[in-house]
Each structure stands twice: as structure tokens, then as C-alpha cells.
């Protein structure tokens, strides 16, 4: 059947199941735009503010439901709009498809208006990326697209087509999508370690993101339950183990807990599934689990061996991997262990929050009210820890955060994302004052769309995580992280028809959650913060455990 360009990409979007994709219209997308008005019936599109809300909602949309999120945008500013939402999904290993429209091919180099060259642009921070310049082209580069965004470590992949492109015709036949290859597990690395698993005497798993994106959390319990083994996340994992379970030890990291970063320390044998001891969890990676054998379990052979140093590296699908090693490992028992670790176990300091409210209670009482059944964006900053150091997660996918890139302006968009993915969960955005300034022009996304989103917005008018670094390590030199902004949130949220509350007080934070909770429409909650508020622990950068402060000189 003849088709246009334009239909042939909602053709194999259709064919690949996607039927929601956000975008903002432009010049060369315009026979796109077009055909999504004969398709309307069959792929929704979301229109948002800014190009860059667009690329964040389909990084929401994906990472809260495991498909494969689409953005849609023109050329030119259309096109390096979706940059940062493109690089914070690469960091993450997201897979997204951006689409982006381009002059007629032949206008490429001539400075044509709006032209750009997003494939020279977005090369370092794509799995791979494309310009059709070709309609024979179109088709299979959009299959390959997909392909290799969920092939092996999942990613975003660009693909630049040209309005000439999307206006030409060509008989189109529809595929079904290709299977996805395995990636084959190396048996012979995997029963290398095998030995060294059995004789730890103080074991330890390090959980990342890769325990998310290749679903493999109830392998993980089945391992964990079986071989006696205490569990700590970094930021990415969370939700891919329990919270609740009794062998979860907690984040681990610059502002995990104690008792993780501890056991990471003291351990003999540390088993790393998904992870790539990034910084913000290694600090001096020369003294990260110093007295461990190393058993390294990645899709990705690039992250064997980058950052520390491991004995035993097994390639493969973190699900099969773990399904295997349960398989082949005799049940053991580490009582003593674990009762070692819950020694050290430390409360997380608490800080004097009068006059405010403490981000604490607010983050707890949420948990208490939704039953720990709720989906949670965040933005980049101090909320961002405190989100993941009091929130139980119990279940994958339920953080949507930004960890790799750390995007401020991220959690708005986002949260638009995982709403759309999942409308029968209740998704809150925790945010805050500093990052919602980046791209609180999508509240009039929440309010067109009627997402019933809650964004609890905490509100301490400073720039919190980089003043608490100019309290700890620049002598309290505040540097412009006291804006003075004048922003009135309420008033703000009235203007987008969003609707309002406030809490400023410790008694004002139960009804008031429970209100916005029980609103069932976007509602915008503007908490009082203290300034000096600060994420505790903290192991400064580069240190260990050993350099953890608990206590801030304010």
C-alpha cells in the first residue's frame, strides 16, 4: 500500500507498539504533524511546553514502563532543545527514539534556515543515530532504531529525516518488529566465580540500574533469599530490591547509609549486579571494598574493569546470570554477618527544622499514606537524596530520577511520562525551588492534559546541594546559591489552572498530602524548607566511609 514518509513512521511505530509519543511541532516535521491527524485514533501525541519537557517525558514514559519512549521535534532549535534529554537517557541507559525533522536533502549545507547537523551534535551521547535522506531508507533505519535501543545495554538513538523524506511516497509493507537477540551469558566466567561465592564468609551485593532494565528483581530476591546475602542500592537500583525485606541493608554511596558503605568496606566478596561504581558511589575507588574479591555481572563488557578493579567479570543478561548462579549455588546461611552489619546501623542525623517543616516527615508521611505505592519523580539536588534515603521502594520502576546526568529540570517532564505510562498509579514529583524554575513551563502540559500529578515542591529559596557544598568545602562563600527569588508558587500555579496548597508548619503536613492525594487532578504543594537544611551522611568526593560526616558546621 502506498504510503508517505510521514505515514510510514507512524506505520512502524504502530508495528514496534508504540501508541504515545510527545513532540512540539515545527517547519519540518510538518507532514509529521500532519499524519498524526489521521492517526490520532491510534497513537496519541502529548504536546509539550518545551522541546526539552518533550525529551524528558519520553525518558519518564519509558523508564516507567519499559517500552521504548518517542520525541518528536523539528529542526534546528527544535532539534538541540531534546540534546539534554537525549544525553540524560544515554547516561541512565534509557531507550528512547528521538525523531527529528530536516531541511530538504537538497538544502543540507547551506546554512538553510533552521538547518543543523543533530547527528555531528547528538554522536557522543547516542547509542547510535541516523539521517534518511533516502524514502527507500526510511523504514528499515526506523526498525534498526528500535532495535538498537533495547539491544543489550538499552540507549536513545536519533534518527534525522528530511522533509523531502516525509513528503515522498513508496509502497510500504508492514514486519513484525525482529526478536530482540540474547545476550549469551559467558558460562565459563560465571562458573569461575562460583567458588569464590561459596567460601565468602561476609558477603555483599552492590545493585544498579541494570536490575531495573533487565527485570530482573525477583531473580535478585530468589538469589539474595537463597545465598544469605545482604543487598545495598545506589540511586539507579533502588526499587529493584525491596526496602521492606530484611536483607536490605539501604542506598549505599556518598549519601547512603552508614551501615552499607560500611559492609561494602568489610566485605570479602562483593557482587555487583548492574552497577558501574560510579563516583558517587566508589569515591576513592582505589579504597572501595578494599579486603573484597570483585565479582563484576554487567551486559556491558566496557564497564568491566573502568572504574575498579574486579576479579571475576561475567558478561550477560543480568536476569539469566543471577537465575543461573541461583541454580548452581547451594543454599547458605551468614547469620553472624548480618547481625555485624546491623550493629553499625546509624540514624540517619536528624536537623533542627524550626520555623519549617522537616523534608523528612514530609517524605515519610507520604510513604505511611499511599502504602509505599506510588510512583516518585525527582528533579537533581537535595530533595533528590532525601527522596531516596526515606522513601521505601518496593518495586522496580518506581523511582524516576535523573542519576548519571543529574538533570536539574528533569522531574516535571518526567513525571508527565510516567503519569501517561502508568494512569492507574499515583505519581508525586518531589522537586525542588531550583530545578522547578529549569522547566516549570510544563505546568501547562499537567494542566491541558488533566494529569493528576502531585508536585511537592520544596521550597527552601536557595540552591541547596551546591550551597551545602559551599558550606562544607568552599567556607561558607555563598556564592550565587541565594538567588533571592520572589517566585510565589501558589500564585504561579493559579496562572497554569493548576491547583495550590501549602504546608509551613509540622501539623500542616498530614491533611495537606492527604488533600492533594485525594484530588485526582494536578496540584501543586509548596513546602517551607529551612536553607540550611542539609542531605546527611555525606562522604566527601574521593573519600571512604571512613570520612563520612554526620554533622554540618552551619
Not at 558478561?315 to 553472624?336: C, F, M, W, Y
Not at 523534608?359 to 537524596?385: F, S, W, Y
Not at 529540570?409 to 514529583?429: M, T
Request: glycine share 8%; hydrophobic share 40%.
Amino acid at each position: 500500500m502506498e504510503k508517505t514518509g510521514a505515514q510510514v513512521i507512524l506505520e512502524v511505530l504502530l508495528e514496534q507498539g508504540v501508541n504515545r509519543v510527545f513532540g512540539y511541532p515545527g517547519g519540518t516535521v510538518l507532514n509529521i504533524y500532519d499524519a498524526l491527524y489521521e492517526y490520532s485514533d491510534r497513537i496519541t501525541h502529548y504536546l509539550s511546553a518545551h522541546e526539552q519537557g518533550a525529551a524528558h517525558a519520553a525518558d519518564g514514559y519509558a523508564r516507567a514502563s519499559g517500552k521504548t519512549g518517542v520525541v518528536i521535534a523539528t529542526s534546528g532549535p527544535g532539534a538541540t532543545n531534546i540534546v539534554t534529554g537525549i544525553a540524560t537517557a544515554y547516561m541512565d541507559s534509557i531507550p528512547v527514539v528521538a525523531i527529528t525533522g530536516n531541511v530538504a536533502t537538497s538544502l543540507l549545507g547551506r546554512d538553510t534556515f533552521q538547518e543543523i547537523d543533530i547527528t555531528g551534535v547528538t554522536m557522543p551521547i547516542t547509542k547510535h543515530n541516523f539521517i534518511v535522506k533516502d524514502i527507500n531508507d526510511l523504514a528499515p533505519t526506523l526498525r534498526e532504531a528500535f532495535r538498537i535501543a533495547n539491544t543489550g545495554r538499552k540507549g536513545p538513538v536519533l534518527v534525522d529525516v528530511t522533509k523531502d523524506v516525509t513528503a515522498a511516497k513508496i509502497d510500504f509493507t508492514p514486519k513484525i518488529p525482529a526478536e530482540i537477540p540474547e545476550i549469551k551469558t559467558n558460562d565459563y566466567a560465571l562458573e569461575s566465580a562460583i567458588p569464590a561465592i561459596k567460601d565468602s564468609k561476609s558477603p555483599m551485593l552492590y545493585i544498579g540500574g541494570g536490575v531495573i532494565s533487565s527485570d530482573a528483581s525477583q531473580e535478585l530476591i530468589k538469589f539474595a533469599e537463597k545465598l544469605d546475602i545482604p543487598v545495598a542500592s545506589s540511586m539507579m537500583g533502588l526499587g529493584g530490591f525491596p526496602a521492606t525485606h530484611p536483607l536490605y541493608v539501604g542506598l549505599i554511596g556518598m549519601h547512603g547509609v552508614y551501615e552499607a558503605n560500611r559492609a561494602a568496606h568489610d566485605c570479602d566478596l562483593l557482587i555487583v549486579a548492574g552497577a558501574r561504581f560510579s563516583d558517587r558511589v566508589a569515591g576513592d575507588r582505589l579504597k572501595f571494598a578494599p579486603h573484597a574479591k570483585v565479582v563484576h555481572i554487567d551486559i556491558d563488557p566496557a564497564e568491566m574493569d573502568k572504574n575498579v578493579v574486579s576479579q571475576y567479570h561475567i558478561r550477560g543478561d543480568l536476569k539469566n546470570v543471577l537465575q543461573k548462579l541461583t541454580d548452581k549455588l547451594p543454599k547458605a546461611e551468614h547469620k553472624e554477618w548480618i547481625e555485624t552489619i546491623n550493629s553499625w546501623k546509624r540514624p540517619i542525623p536528624e536537623q533542627d527544622s524550626t520555623g519549617y517543616v522537616s523534608p523528612k516527615a514530609i517524605i515519610e508521611t507520604l510513604d505511611r499514606l499511599t502504602n509505599g505505592d506510588c510512583i516518585i519523580a525527582t528533579d537533581v539536588g537535595q530533595h533528590q537524596l532525601w527522596a531516596a534515603q526515606y522513601f521505601k521502594y518496593t518495586f522496580p520502576r518506581q523511582l524516576i530520577t535523573s542519576g548519571g546526568l543529574g538533570t536539574m529540570g528533569f522531574g516535571l517532564g518526567a513525571s508527565i511520562g510516567a503519569k501517561v505510562a502508568c494512569p492507574d498509579k499515583k505519581v508525586v514529583l518531589i522537586t525542588g525551588d531550583g530545578s522547578f524554575h529549569m522547566n516549570l513551563n510544563e505546568l501547562t502540559t499537567l494542566a491541558s492534559y488533566n494529569l493528576p500529578v502531585v508536585v511537592l515542591l520544596f521550597d527552601n529559596r536557595v540552591l541547596g546541594m551546591v550551597r551545602q557544598w559551599q558550606t562544607v568545602f568552599y567556607g561558607k562563600r555563598y556564592s550565587q546559591t541565594d538567588p533571592h527569588r520572589k517566585t510565589d508558587f501558589p500564585k504561579l500555579a493559579d496562572a497554569f489552572g493548576i491547583n495550590s496548597l501549602s504546608i509551613k508548619k509540622p501539623e500542616d503536613i498530614e491533611p495537606t498530602l492527604k488533600k492533594a492525594l485525594e484530588m485526582n487532578a494536578p496540584v501543586l504543594v509548596d513546602c517551607s524548607i529551612a536553607p540550611d537544611e542539609s542531605v546527611l551522611p555525606m562522604i566527601p568526593p574521593g573519600g571512604s566511609v571512613k570520612d563520612t560526616i554526620d554533622k554540618m558546621n552551619i
